[in-house]
């Protein structure tokens, strides 16, 4: 029983190989197959809706305001559907927060929420800020356009206009910062540095000599924690995890990634498992923390994943003003969930005459016990020239609820030789759908 080339990278090859995309499923572990199983993500539904514009940021904490939902659409703030006000500036937006105050910047004026009232807050020379985030019960601020953060008291919303330092090892300007642990870590244009937090009531962050990577950041918003640790985009273009020797990006990531004036870095959780997200351009590529694998999540009628925001369960719309949950179906807000993947047998001299092939996968799973979706099918079309000209469409059925034993099959695929044999499988009805493997040629025919 032949494998035909079931990929491992789980993205995009180089040379002459053809494009490899794995559309909106992920891989998963499976010791029972000896390797992975792509799985299916399940689709988006509405959890409620706000305005018309696109959902900005989403931020919740667990024991501030009772874990409300701060959301951020156009130039509005909500907290969870209520309207607490106009906000300026349309940059990265971040917040934060301590018991009793969640702190906002989107790249011009400070806010403060206080539990009643959404508030401009005093920052020192009227500077437009950057980014704002808490750490050791203090807000911390950079100051837009320079390489200087300012810091509050614990647990004050004010900032004195003399507590403030400035990243030492390089002047670059500062784009981006995070909070780990008891760490401070400044992102600059071309450094990261690592301000460990000090007992000093004058001076509560002071840099670690010796700790700075020789790496910058492309933009704010490229930075995100990750498990207990962090990741972001490089200044030259490579997708990092807490050290710039570790790059997980692949080589077409980062071509896109160099031609996209901005890329946005986020997280989300699936099964338990958390995901990264990086939105370049027009597509959302998704990393598996745990395969450490890449793949792509859309949505059918639009050029991008609608998701491009999390917290706390909930995603944000690209699209419109609406807030988004996992649901438990496979349609996208009541639309086509389309998932599909390829494989690739690459071939020199020899032709191969595929008379048959199978995919094995979850059949009999369909919650449709009738109706429209009682039988679904999953397509496949083929390419002789590495996906330049492809066949038609052809369906399997993958059998109603419970024929766990049918087969999904296709006979008489035709002669393949150089470059390779390439295949796209594809199924939108919504249906659970787990591959463990593609084989050509079986010798009993299936039987």
């Known amino acids: 029983m032949e494998l035909l080339n079931y990929p491992t990278e789980f993205g995009r090859n180089r040379g002459d190989f053809p494009d490899l995309p794995i559309v909106n499923l992920f891989a998963e572990s499976a010791d029972t197959e000896g390797r992975v ?11 409620y809706s706000l305005t018309s514009d696109a959902v900005r940021f989403i931020y919740s904490e667990p024991g ?45 004026t400070l806010y403060h929420y206080n539990g009643a009232t959404l508030n401009a807050l005093t920052f020192p020379d009227n500077a437009a800020t950057l980014k704002v985030i808490v750490g050791a019960s203090r807000l911390i601020v950079i100051r837009k356009e320079t390489q200087t953060i300012y810091w509050s008291e614990p647990l004050t919303p004010s900032i004195d206009a003399l507590d403030f330092a400035q990243a030492e090892n390089s002047p670059d300007r500062l784009l981006d910062m995070l909070f780990l642990g008891d760490t401070l870590l400044l992102f600059g244009e071309a450094t990261v540095e690592f301000w460990p937090t ?32 962090f990741a972001w985009v490089t200044d030259s273009n490579q997708l990092c995890l807490n050290s710039p020797d570790n790059v997980v990006s692949t080589r077409e990531i980062e071509e896109e ?57 909930y995603f944000g719309s690209a699209d419109t003003g609406r807030i988004l949950t996992w649901s438990n179906d496979y349609v996208d807000d009541g639309d ?11 071939l020199n001299m020899e032709a191969v005459v595929v008379n048959n092939l199978f995919l094995r996968g979850n059949t009999g799973r369909t919650p449709y016990l009738a109706g429209q979706y009682s039988d679904p099918n999953v397509e496949i079309r083929t390419s002789k020239d590495g996906g330049n000209v492809w066949s038609s469409w052809r369906q399997a059925q993958m059998g109603p609820s419970g024929t766990y034993r049918k087969q999904i099959r296709w006979f008489g695929l035709g002669v393949f030789s150089f470059p390779g044999a390439l295949a796209e499988f594809r199924i939108t009805d919504p249906t659970p759908f787990r591959v463990s493997s593609v084989t050509v040629n079986d010798p009993y025919g299936g039987y």
């Open 198 to 229: 000090q007992t000093s009531a004058d001076l509560p962050f002071a840099p670690l000599v010796g700790r700075v990577y020789s790496k910058g950041i492309k933009n704010t918003g490229a930075a995100t924690k990750l498990g207990s640790g």
């Open 37 to 47: 199983v792509l799985q299916s993500r399940p689709g988006l539904q509405e959890s």
């Open 257 to 313: 990634i160099e031609d996209a004036g901005e890329v946005s870095l986020w997280t989300f959780f699936l099964d338990s498992i958390e995901f990264l997200a990086i939105r370049v351009g027009n597509r959302t590529h998704v990393y598996n923390t745990l395969t450490k694998t890449f793949t792509e999540f859309t949505t059918y009628g639009l050029t991008n994943w609608e998701a491009n925001c999390y917290s706390n369960g």
């Open 64 to 108: 501030v305001f009772s874990e409300s939902l701060f959301t951020v659409t156009g130039n509005k703030m909500y907290k969870d559907t209520n309207l607490l006000g106009t906000i300026v500036g349309d940059g990265s937006v971040s917040m934060d927060s301590f018991e009793g105050s969640t702190f906002l910047s989107a790249g011009d």
């Open 336 to 346: 086509e969930l389309e998932r599909r993947f390829r494989v690739w047998a690459p």
